[in-house]
């Protein structure tokens, strides 16, 4: 094992840094998991050469490495302790080339998922995977744990985004996957394997991005409902009416409340729960006057944007809810998905969790896609990894089996949530996974003890 007084790679990689602070900042991620012991030291890549030769040492000395985008990630993925060391990436942060023509981005792993959209928008275009935290994460990490966000709803998550990935192996080789083509099917699909691999197979050092055009015309609707069945019912009603919003997304009476707190506004005095929804194309307004047709019978409160600063200021309010929710304590962040006509059932089955653990669940959903995230708050220094908390954590998991869904839609599995995964794809499929796995990393040095 690597330790930091004997590391080879650190002592000859140009970019390696052992400062204490670097270290301690590389070592955690937003899911709250805190390690015991932080990493040896940190590698900022520069260019592919660096990770090229980062990989390169590490296979030749067996030493342990971490990939590290932007480190927002939920499952504590991009964690790193003692004997390990963290390759960041988020200094290879450029957009290399927009083709307005074709609609596609060519990026390094470390620049932010907004930049790109921004960059994008001056040619009437967009990148339509757009986490909640879409100002803070890094598109290496979206393709790394196949991020989905609010438009994923209509357009699909990361996979559906991205054409061709060049990717640094973990014995340093590299491996360009997919094609700069819309269509193709020659060989095995290589660049879905990388996406949502979590780190494990290789590095990601560059993405041909599919783009999208911006969407003439879009309706924003908000709905109040008395309470969270209400709510999940209407989200499900939207789907049954075949309706394809860009955005359907759903908020408990308990986030409202915090998002009120944060934001200086009063969602909750109007419900009990919220949905916020948008349509786009050429026919969005008439497909908003379905889409609240359909919720109507069960809506309190509806109300349309009046304007494009309203709508914002909606999507703006979905966007705070988990940072609202951290200032409350340590939020651990749960992520399952269920089928669409079973989200009143999962919300039931929340509250059953919620009253038999004695834990407090804040959950947010996007829900035209069936995934909730119950978000367990606990007083700041308290721990998420144990007792009740975990607990309840192992409910949800089992809730979503129940109710024919899974563990996770989008945060990945990372470190915290191995304890199910068995479960959930079975003896068989989990050990030739980590065959596939020994395959692209013999000597298991990248990414150890995560997804699978
Ligand atoms: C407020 C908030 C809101 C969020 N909302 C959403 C949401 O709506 N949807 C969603 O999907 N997620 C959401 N997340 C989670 C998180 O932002 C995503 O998982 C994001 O994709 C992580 O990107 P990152 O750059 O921070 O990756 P990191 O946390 O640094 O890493 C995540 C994983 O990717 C690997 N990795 C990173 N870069 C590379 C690379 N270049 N090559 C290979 N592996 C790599 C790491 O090893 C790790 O396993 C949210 C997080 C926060 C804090």
Known sequence: MTTLATSPVLDAHPRASIDEQDRRQASVDRSGYVPETYADGVIFAQDID?????????????A?????????????????QAGQIVLDLSRMDKILQIDPVEATAVVQPGVINAAVNHAAGEHGLFYAPDPASTAICSIGGNIATNAGGMWCAKYGVTRESV????????????????????????????????????????????????????????????????????????????????LT??????????????????????????????????????GAHLEMQALQEAIAPLAGHIEIARDEAQAQALIEARRQAIPSMELLGTASICDIGVPRHRLAEAFAGLQRIEDERGVSIFTIAHAADGNLHPIIVVPEGQSITSGAPKAALGDMFHLAQLLGGTLTGEHGIGLLKQDWLAEEL?????ALQRRLRAVFDPRGILNPGKAI
Request: glycine share 12%; proline share 4%.
């Open 426 to 430: 079975g003896e068989t499929s989990l």
């Open 245 to 282: 919003p860009s955005v359907l997304e759903l908020m408990c009476g308990k986030t409202l409340k915090a998002v009120d707190a944060t934001l200086g506004t009063d969602h909750q005095s109007r419900g009990g729960a919220l949905l916020l929804a948008q349509t786009d194309g050429y």
């Open 50 to 62: 660096d990770v090229v030769l980062a990989m390169k040492l590490a296979h030749e000395h067996g």
């Open 64 to 80: 342990i490495i971490v990939p590290r985008g932007a480190g927002t990630g939920l499952a504590a993925g991009s964690s790193a």
């Open 163 to 242: 054409l061709s990935l060049l990717v640094v192996l973990p014995d340093g080789q590299l491996l360009r996957t997919g094609r700069r083509t819309i269509k193709g099917v020659a060989g095995y699909d290589m660049n879905a394997l990388m996406i949502g691999s979590e780190g494990t197979l290789g590095i990601v050092v560059e993405a041909l991005l599919r783009l999208r055009p911006k969407p003439k015309h879009t309706s924003t609707l908000v709905a109040y409902f008395p309470d969270e069945n209400a709510a999940a019912k209407a989200a499900s009603a939207v789907i049954a009416e075949r």
